[in-house]
Nanobody
Framework: QVQLVESGGGLVQAGGSLRLSCVVS????????MGWYRQAPGKKRELVAA???????????NYADSVKGRFTISRDNANNTVYLQMDSLKPEDTAVYYC???????????WGQGTQVTVSS
């Protein structure tokens, strides 16, 4: 099992920044990819950013078109933490943000509890 705990959400004015953190615990070695998703009221959950992890995984992070150039996903292996740096925030970025982890063999998916991000205009 893998446990994910997010933090860092809050209220910010448009143009501001926030950094979300996701602390990972449990069977960390089984994880192949980490990502951030978000879900706004009345909308489907959508991918924001994702990156491959693990010693055998290579590749660049990928981002939703709506956040490219503004958001950055990164990880701190020493602290088992994945971050989402969010700059130039817009009101349309308002949503609950969820940390996600995937293991491929066998396939398993894990979610954090979510953290609210609210951007005021």
């Amino acid at each position: 099992q893998v446990q994910l705990v997010e933090s860092g959400g809050g209220l910010v004015q448009a143009g501001g920044s926030l950094r979300l953190s996701c602390v990972v615990s449990g069977k960390i070695g089984s994880i192949n990819a980490m990502g951030w998703y978000r879900q706004a009221p009345g909308k489907k959950r959508e991918l924001v950013a994702a990156m491959p992890v693990g010693s055998t995984m290579r590749g660049r992070p990928n981002y939703a078109d709506s956040v490219k150039g503004r958001f950055t996903i990164s990880r701190d292996n020493a602290n088992n933490t994945v971050y989402l740096q969010m700059d130039s925030l817009k009101p349309e970025d308002t949503a609950v943000y969820y940390c996600n982890a995937e293991a491929y063999r066998p396939y398993q998916e894990y979610w954090g509890q979510g953290t609210q991000v609210t951007v005021s205009s």
